[in-house]
């Protein structure tokens, strides 16, 4: 699903404007300084507006890196 | 052309990512200076602080702008800590936990019924201390204040559909708090019913949020309730006029064809729409606001018709009466004329939907809105947009008297037919009386309400915040010169504005504002008059820019000086009085040693 893929980047560079796209790619808190815990709970907003769905506080804990965010996504998607 | 749907039927929030851009975005390379507010609240500001801080890019875009935050949970603190700071001004967020912390769901301190009186008596504590800090802040800063927005969880006894006697006492200890705080001018309390309409009491809690992050709102009502803060702390200058059309507009029926006795505004004639508008088309006009009439129809019958005493806009509340058989557009032009404002302070309300479009060809900055003939349902959306547009916190001696200062200024000193003002004669005539004012009170609000709204005699169409005024008025290098003005047709009231700094034999003029009701009447000579008098001064040198509006400045100076004027500009005393016309006030002269 490349506009997922997308529409994830698009959320992360509103969260990490200084990033690139290749960056934002291999994003993780331990390769984004900026990616805090207040960072986690604003992109955690952002996805919840961008695509529409409730995400388990819970989850959070395991979302993070971008490819796992892309992963929890395509999920929901298929189960919904 | 547009409907009135704006003020009750808004459009989408911003999102989240869109604030998070517009908040990143570097500020302008052109930055006329930063904007800050303190963000005043007990929880984590997160997403509120990101809306408020993209909202003021928005509002002010040739400013950066700084969103400063507080302590967590100590809101005393933060307000504490505001008294030494220069803001432009204050947010302040209150929330039901704001006022006991077992009002919210992230302490347990117990929702026994015991516990009922105690909430009460620490609520009212907590409001008389933010009552102190709130008033203490005032003095250098606007304060916009939310009232708690978020439901008040099931503390009390009662169940959910019946109000308690503790939960009656506390919204009524709450609203006296506010009521009694919202006697400062400078405090603006968030409207709770225009929040109800953009943003649902049901859609305002993110208990997820709350517990994780600290942050207690979902982020669309995050993103509402920073709309309305930065409406608030900004409150833009009202409109300055409103032009009607008459028949199905101003009443029901065509005057002309029906008789004036057959025009009605009464649920009789199921015609109640036109009388709740008269209603507030009178009430605009007591608090200021100047309402013509541009009606194609006979002026005799209008006439008539104004003569029922039964109208609820009475004919001393309008001027002038552009009735013509004419085009419409033409009767507007007209009355922007004598009123001397640009169609961009002006709408003009009509029913014909043709008439509307013929208007907004020939004057595109005039906001045109249809009035909802035939549709009750539509007339609230269009009278909540209307106060609006000419809403006003406070009814100031200036708006009580300037429509009876226009109508008497067109009928008593008609200008020359040359365009060149007023006669010699009619000038001397009208005993005019000038109070020119070198001592500026630190709570009249007028000076800086001239200079943020004048467009026309403006010296660079600069605009000054609260926080750079009172920086202006704080400064003992600087002046500030008021004009108020009267002559035997009645007061025009403070009508001019002067700033700047005198440097030795220099005055440096960084505003110079006046109202166009006092245009041609040589105010603007006097006062430069004024100026080199106070301070023996030999050169004048003006911070003037040209605007797309400030024509009637430019006018003057080029006049003055023979030269088309240009930023920087230089007026000897010698060359200033060869050039100055014959001067016919009779000028008080008020000084700081006088009031000492």
């Known amino acids: ?80 | 052309m547009r409907a009135a749907v704006d003020a009750l039927h808004p459009g989408p929030p911003m999102k989240l990512a869109d604030a998070l851009a517009i908040a990143s975005s570097p500020a302008p390379a052109s930055a006329s200076g930063t904007y800050t507010l303190a963000l005043v609240c007990s929880f984590t500001p997160l997403h509120l602080r990101t809306f408020l801080h993209a909202g003021l890019r928005q509002r002010f875009p040739t400013h950066a702008v700084d969103v400063t935050t507080g302590v967590y949970d100590d809101m005393a603190g933060t307000l504490r800590n505001l008294r030494g700071e220069r803001v432009d001004a204050a947010a302040i967020i209150l929330e039901w936990f704001d006022l006991d912390a077992r009002l919210g769901l992230r302490r347990l301190g117990g929702w026994s019924p015991s516990d009922a009186g105690s909430i009460l008596d620490r609520a009212q504590t907590w409001l008389a201390q933010l009552r102190h800090l709130i008033g203490r802040l005032t003095r250098v800063s606007t304060v916009a204040i939310s009232l708690p927005t978020l439901p008040l969880p099931p503390v009390f006894s009662t169940a959910g559909w019946q109000m308690s006697p503790h939960e009656l006492r506390l919204r009524e200890r709450l609203w006296a708090f506010a009521a009694d705080v919202a006697q400062d001018a400078r405090v603006r309390i968030v409207s709770d019913a225009r929040l109800q309409v953009l943003s649902p009491a049901a859609d305002r809690a993110s208990v997820k949020s709350t517990w994780m992050s600290g942050f207690p709102y979902r982020t669309v009502h995050a993103a509402r309730l920073a709309e309305l803060l930065v409406q608030a702390v900004d409150n833009r200058p009202p409109k300055k006029g409103l032009i009607t059309d008459l028949d199905n507009t101003l009443w029901h029926g065509v005057v002309g064809d029906d008789g004036v006795e057959e025009i009605s505004w009464d649920l009789d004639h199921h015609s109640q729409a036109h009388g709740v508008y008269q209603q507030l088309l009178g009430a605009l006009a007591d608090a200021g606001i100047l309402v013509a009439v541009a009606s194609k129809n006979d002026p005799g019958v209008v006439d008539k018709a104004f003569g029922r005493p039964d109208l609820l806009l009475r004919r001393e509340q309008v001027f002038p009466f552009a009735v013509t058989w004419g085009s419409k557009a033409e009767a507007v032009a007209r009355v922007l004329e004598t009123w001397h404002v640009g169609a961009d302070s002006v709408v003009f309300v009509d029913d014909n939907p043709t008439e509307l479009a013929e208007v907004a060809a020939a004057h595109p900055d005039l906001e045109c809105l249809q009035f909802p003939a035939g549709e009750p349902d539509a007339l609230l959306p269009l009278i909540a947009h209307l106060r609006d547009r000419f809403g006003k916190a406070n009814v100031s001696d200036e708006d009580r008297i300037r429509l009876e200062s226009l109508r008497t200024s067109a009928v008593a000193m008609p200008l020359r037919e040359d365009g060149d003002g007023y006669s010699e004669e009619l000038l001397e005539q009208a005993e005019p009386q000038l109070v020119l004012d070198f001592v500026q009170a630190p709570g009249d609000t007028r000076p800086l309400e001239l200079i943020n709204k004048t467009n026309q005699f403006n010296l660079n169409g600069r605009r000054i915040s609260a926080r750079e005024w009172a920086e202006w008025l704080d400064d003992p290098e600087t002046f500030v010169l008021t004009a108020s003005y009267a002559d035997r047709f009645g007061p025009l009231g403070k009508i001019a504005v002067v700033a700047g700094r005198a440097h030795g034999s220099t005055i440096a003029i960084t505003a110079w504002v006046m109202s166009c009701r006092a245009f041609a009447r040589r105010i603007e000579h006097r006062c430069l008059a004024a100026l080199f008098e106070r301070f023996d001064a030999q050169v004048a040198t003006f911070d003037y820019l040209e605007t797309p509006r400030n024509g009637p400045l430019t006018r003057f100076l080029r006049e003055l000086t023979g030269v088309t004027p240009a930023p920087g500009l230089r007026v000897e005393v010698d060359s200033f009085r060869a050039a100055c016309p014959r001067l016919f006030h009779r000028v008080t002269l008020r000084t700081e040693l006088e009031h000492a």
């Open chain 1, 1 to 80: 699903m490349p506009d997922t893929r997308a529409r994830l980047v698009k959320c992360f560079s509103a969260v990490f404007p200084e990033l690139s796209e290749r960056e934002i790619a291999l994003a993780s808190p331990l390769s984004v300084g900026a990616w805090d815990s207040l960072a986690s709970v604003t992109l955690l907003s952002v996805l919840e507006e961008e695509f529409e769905v409730q995400i388990d506080p819970d989850a959070l804990d395991q979302l993070v890196s971008f490819n796992l965010i892309l992963d929890y996504l395509h999920h929901e998607q298929q189960v919904s």
